[in-house]
């Protein structure tokens, strides 16, 4: 999501929580068909559609992206090294999202300061997001996933997801096997093998026209792209998964103030991350006949300094905001020949320690929590047709620093009267894939409580429902 | 995307079941043709490799050792060796045309040489057979009635003919006791439609109720 420095910066903003909020209105979504080229397998082997992964889809992941039936460019020494082992075709995709967005109320138009007005009803993205990709092996053992995306919200080109992976199989006693590897990747879970954790969770696609709620905790989607991490992990007879791993601030479209470098980071950026940060996952899958089942946990204890904006630096020193993310995910799979089912489940919750806000009057309380849930079902029948429900819910502190109110003059729509981050609706998605790597889409969010109220919670009159949103998307990539 | 298949030629249109003498005549010359010799066994180095690629590759779906648990992706355990070499081979060729193996193994066996596909299936034909699965009574003893008799009132040859009593194959025919039964429907079906463009089990499935197909897979699942 290209260009949200802009967002941040001008809002200045002293917590990750708000930030969210800007951040999260288009998920990065992904269908990489240059993996189908490589592998010479059919989507299906490694979705049940995309994005959702397989049980195979899973295990090319884990073993970074490598394995490959293309004839190779190749070059050895006189040990037998391999120094050399490219595939004769780059593995390069193109992916794009045309969209169609309209709120069921609209919002107030800036331009129309002191009289009614609202802004233009509906909004179409053409494109609303065009990547490109660079998804495929690199080298024996080294896989990439790097988006690059045109984001319609700002613009302009930026990157995206990125997972840069090494992975090496061992053979054990009794044809067990043990995956060991590494993962440099821009977006915590963003390197996850399941759907349950954010990064690669429901919804795949979503407005970025849209009014979202303000709260969202540190691991679900705030720092995507903004950070940079290496993980290790291990995964035991493609079932037992543990990682472990630290992320540090690799903030894209933010100079140096004195240099006009890309750094170092200095007081006008916002949002930093204080040294390295750990991120951890624990998972375990069980496959039996057409079924599998994931539990686990994961998390991230992030220390962020607030710092400033361009014009009004706040230097990167003293308290920091803790933000510690304690996560459970399951994730349930039927794969049959007509009919396809999962649930996917997770529950995050956030402990904040906001020393620096606090401090700082940027938040009331100098701890608060914050609290997810999201729980989705998804059917396809034949892969063609189908449909997803999902509820979310975030409760939390009240904080009315963290939350603000609507001031005075101005519009409310994004803001929380009573402080509260409370927010609940549902989504429901339908699909039809007339080729599978084309989809299109029809998704309808309803929201019951909306930045801590259903009726009037910005204290301007507008309801929860006001912001429920259509969004029609055709989405494809080849 | 699925690819469509390939009309390589028409498939054949047995309009009547012939005798299982000449059945079993045209099965041995149309499995013969393209599997050839076995080659000689495979050396050390090759047998590593294939058991290498089969329990880190093969294995994400057939199961590490040839004995898969998703009933998608057949039990390769104990398989005869040369009907795995012949079908390897036609998957390389893009010959084998069912969904499945469009989808799936084109591109998987798409760069296998003939050492590699040798030592493959030496190391199937050498693992455990999966012991008998379950199936309904009821379905089991149709099934196992289709099996050993075949149903004569649609012309349809007893299964044992070919695949031995005890299902357990020989040389170009596969083994079938203990294999998902999923599997063996889809098969049967492809046959049926000549995707898997088989003359002979083209000729054995095209008169099979698909009661009568369920019933011989819930059968051969059950066999050890």
């Given at each position: ?69 293309l004839k190779k460019v190749r070059d050895v020494s006189g040990k037998k090294e391999q120094l050399l082992d490219l595939s004769q075709m780059p593995p390069l995709s193109v992916m794009a999202q045309i969209s169609y967005t309209t709120m069921k109320s609209g919002v107030p138009d800036l331009a129309n300061a002191g009289a009614p007005g609202v802004a233009q009803s509906g909004t179409v993205g053409f494109p609303q997001q065009f990547s490109l990709f660079y998804a495929g092996e690199v080298a024996p053992h080294f896989g990439a996933m790097v988006q690059l995306t045109y984001d319609s919200a700002a613009g302009t080109i930026g990157i995206d997801n990125t997972d840069l992976r090494f992975a090496e199989e061992m053979l054990l006693p009794d044809n067990g096997t043990l995956t060991y590897g590494l993962s440099l990747n821009n977006n915590p879970t963003v390197q996850d093998l399941w759907n349950s954790t954010p990064a690669w969770g429901f919804p795949y696609t979503a407005s970025n026209a849209a009014v979202t709620p303000l709260a969202a905790t540190a691991i679900n989607g705030p720092y995507a792209q903004d950070v940079a991490g290496l993980t290790g992990y291990l995964y035991w007879n493609e079932s037992l998964y543990a990682e472990v791993g630290g992320y540090r601030s690799a903030q894209q479209g933010v100079t140096n103030q004195l240099t006009g470098g890309a750094g170092p980071l200095d007081g006008t950026a916002s ?208 | ?224």
């Open positions: 999501m290209p260009g949200r420095t802009t967002v941040q910066a001008s809002r200045n903003l002293a917590t990750t929580a708000i930030l969210a909020s800007a951040l999260l209105a288009a998920p990065a979504a992904l269908a990489v068909p240059s993996f189908a080229r490589q592998t010479g397998m059919a989507c299906e082997a490694c979705h049940t559609v995309f994005p959702e992964l397989t049980h195979f889809g899973r295990v090319f992941k884990a073993n970074g992206y490598v394995l490959s039936n949002n930093v991350l204080s040294g390295v940060n750990p991120y951890w996952r624990l998972a375990y899958e069980h496959n039996w006949d057409r079924h599998t089942l994931e539990a686990g946990v994961y998390g991230l204890d992030f220390k962020v300094l607030p710092g400033g904006a361009p014009g009004a630096a706040v230097p990167l020193q003293g308290p920091t905001n803790r933000f510690n993310d304690v996560a459970e995910d399951v994730q349930y799979q039927f794969i049959g020949e007509e009919h396809l089912f999962s649930i996917l489940g997770t529950h995050i919750h956030e402990s904040m320690t906001l020393d620096a806000s606090f401090a700082s009057a940027a938040s009331a309380n100098p701890s608060d929590t914050l609290t997810t849930t999201e729980v989705a079902a998804t059917y396809y029948y034949h892969r063609r047709i189908g449909g997803t429900v999902q509820y979310f819910s975030t409760t939390g502190s009240t904080d009315t620093a963290l939350y603000p109110a609507t001031a005075p003059g101005a519009p409310g729509v994004i803001t929380s009267a009573n402080g509260s981050p409370d927010s609940r609706g549902w989504i429901g998605e339908l699909n039809y894939l007339p080729w599978l790597n084309v989809k299109v889409t029809l998704q309808y969010t309803w929201y019951s409580k909306f930045n801590g109220a259903g009726s009037n919670y910005d204290g301007m009159g507008r309801s929860a429902s006001d912001n429920n949103t259509l969004y029609v998307v055709l989405w494809f990539a080849y | 995307m699925r690819i469509t298949k390939r009309s390589r030629h028409a498939p054949s249109r047995a309009v009547r079941w012939p005798r299982t003498s000449v059945l079993l005549a045209g099965a041995a010359v149309l499995l013969s043709v393209g599997s050839g010799s076995r080659a000689a066994e495979p050396d050390a180095a090759a047998t590593a490799h294939a058991q290498r690629i089969a329990v880190t590759v093969c294995g994400i779906c057939h199961g590490p050792t040839g004995n898969s648990t998703q009933p998608k992706f057949p039990r390769l355990a104990g398989q005869s060796a040369t009907y795995l070499v012949s079908q390897l081979k036609a998957f390389r060729a893009q010959t084998r045309g069912d969904p499945d193996a469009i989808a799936y193994m084109w591109g998987m066996a798409s760069q296998l040489d003939d050492a590699t596909i040798e030592a493959l299936a030496a190391y199937y034909a050498a693992q455990q057979p999966p012991p008998a699965g379950r199936g309904a009574d009821a379905l089991v003893a149709r099934g196992r009635e289709i099996y050993g008799q075949g149903v004569p009132a649609q012309g349809v040859p007893a299964c044992s003919t070919c695949h031995g009593a005890d299902a357990r194959g020989q040389a170009d025919f596969p083994r079938l006791a203990g294999q998902h039964a999923q599997y063996v429907l889809k098969q049967l079906a492809s046959f049926q439609s000549s995707m898997r463009d088989i003359a002979v089990m083209h000729g054995v499935a095209q008169n099979l109720h698909l009661d009568d197909m369920q019933a011989v897979a819930a059968y051969l699942q059950a066999q050890p």
